[in-house]
Nanobody
Framework: QVQLVESGGGLVQPGGSLRLSCAASGNIFNIYAMGWYRQAPGEQRELVAKITSSGSTNYADSVKGRFAISRDNAKNTVYLQMNSLKTEDTAVYYC???????????????WGQGTPVTVSS
């Protein structure tokens, strides 16, 4: 069994900051990539940022320069520091991990339950 548990969402004013955390636990052999997607009401889920085990990162154009993703491989935890938040960042943020449970199983994506972020004055 694998679990991804997110924390850190909430209500913040425009221009403010939030830090999301996501910890993966359970039967995990190796995690290749971890990251964050978000889904606003009536919209499709979109990639926000991801980071590989070697530290390579990828960001959506809309968050470049404002968000920073980081990872603690020893703790199987990924973080998303969100600065200069805008109302259009309002969404449910989902953590994911592309991982291998054993040496004999293929890599697949696992998802957290989502944490809401609301940017409003």
């Amino acid at each position: 069994q694998v679990q991804l548990v997110e924390s850190g969402g909430g209500l913040v004013q425009p221009g403010g900051s939030l830090r999301l955390s996501c910890a993966a636990s359970g039967n995990i052999f190796n995690i290749y990539a971890m990251g964050w997607y978000r889904q606003a009401p009536g919209e499709q889920r979109e990639l926000v940022a991801k980071i590989t085990s070697s530290g390579s990162t990828n960001y959506a154009d809309s968050v470049k320069g404002r968000f920073a993703i980081s990872r603690d491989n020893a703790k199987n935890t990924v973080y998303l520091q969100m600065n200069s938040l805008k109302t259009e960042d309002t969404a449910v943020y989902y953590c994911y991990a592309d991982l291998q449970r054993t040496t004999m199983t293929p890599y697949r994506d696992y998802w957290g339950q989502g944490t809401p972020v609301t940017v409003s004055s």
